[in-house]
């Protein structure tokens, strides 16, 4: 399975949540596949998709799910700390791990090489740490929901993308329409 | 009335319950205060890039949200500032130790500080710099004027506004 083949899985799961949604072809496809006022797209600042959705999580009580990349989580590392030590049990951190930048030409992350993500993430504090096969991923992903329990799942697939459009959408509507989903 | 006191009383006067800081020697009062209100949620930052976007998500989570950093961060967060802040226009306040300006103790701060007003310029962030202790008292207003124009805003905070280096 590559990332695309899990987000049209566990569209149906995240239509029901906020989801933050990392740069690049991960928005495009979720854009792609569900569009929904909930889904904030990231069109630019690649790493934060993470530090992001913690912000969203600490700030209200609605779940919130980080839709994160094993090369962007690598970009911003610190945030892992930064999650372990400010528990929201309202906030998942999905890393779709390929193993590659996959927006840029499919090159390799240390996450393909010898870094895992989930140890990383174990030594940083973050106590509910799920590992995961990509078919298994809605799984994962609907377990830590109902378990309000922060987690943090890295869901291992394969390398690879599909054509697909850039979002056209203003990043303020984009902004807007998520943050009356917030209030909703 | 002590100066940290004082400018903790005006961020929790403008609603702002959630500040994310990556410290500097000048602002150790400050984020001491911040820490100790409990009104507000603080939670320090690795790098300053990572803390823009907590109050992305803080403000868009429906909390007022601020940051405290160095000079040196508008060299790390400048593609976080275009990007994220400024591309989805929200508010955030940035008040900022000004290093390497007069007293400044360590030469090579003072290679930033030379940056730092033109870098703010380029990007258009408003700028104020408190230099007197005096000056903090424009700072609701400029918290307020952050917050109703939905922009990134600097408050640099030079040696002389903190009273120096001490004995160095």
């Not at chain 1, 990509?134 to 943090?152: E, N, W």
């Amino acid at each position: 399975m590559i990332r695309s083949e899990i987000l049209r899985d566990i569209a149906p799961i995240l239509r029901d949540h906020l989801v933050v949604c990392n740069i690049g072809l991960p928005s495009q496809e979720l854009h792609m596949i569900d569009d929904q006022p909930t889904n904030f797209y990231m069109l630019g600042t690649m790493g934060l998709s993470s530090s992001i959705g913690l912000g969203v999580a600490l700030a209200q009580d609605k779940t919130v799910i980080s839709i994160d990349g094993d090369g962007s989580v690598l970009t911003n590392l610190g945030t892992l700390p930064t999650i372990a030590n400010n528990v929201a049990d309202n906030y998942i951190l999905l890393i779709i791990d390929n193993g590659s930048y996959g927006s840029t030409g499919d090159q390799p992350t240390y996450a393909g090489k010898k870094t895992k993500l989930e140890n990383v993430a174990s030594a940083c504090g973050c106590e509910n740490v799920v590992t995961c096969d990509a078919k298994d991923t809605g799984k994962a992903l609907q377990a830590a929901i109902d378990s309000k329990k922060m987690t943090v799942i890295v869901s291992k697939c394969e390398s690879g993308n599909i054509k697909l459009p850039v979002i056209t959408m203003d990043p303020v509507v984009i902004r807007d329409r998520f943050m009356k989903s917030v209030q909703a | 009335m002590s100066i940290n006191t004082r400018i903790v009383d005006d961020f929790v006067a403008n609603g702002i319950e959630f500040v994310t800081t990556v410290p500097c020697k000048q602002l150790a009062g400050v984020i001491d205060e911040i820490e100790a209100r409990e009104e507000i949620y603080h939670i320090p930052s690795n790098k300053e890039d990572e803390g823009m976007g907590l109050c992305a998500g803080a403000f868009m989570g429906g909390k007022r949200p601020a940051i405290i950093m160095q000079n040196t961060a508008i060299g790390v967060t400048i593609n976080t500032l275009a990007t994220l802040t400024q591309f989805y226009r929200m508010p955030l306040p940035m008040l900022i130790s000004y290093r390497g300006e007069l007293r400044e103790p360590v030469a090579c701060q003072v290679e930033m500080a030379v940056h730092t007003k033109a870098l703010l310029q380029q990007m258009l962030i408003p700028t104020y710099h408190f230099h007197k202790e005096s000056d903090a008292e424009e700072l609701d207003a400029i918290l307020k004027y952050t917050f109703m124009c939905n922009k990134p805003v600097a408050i640099l905070t030079d040696a002389s506004f903190w009273g120096g280096y001490g004995d160095q």
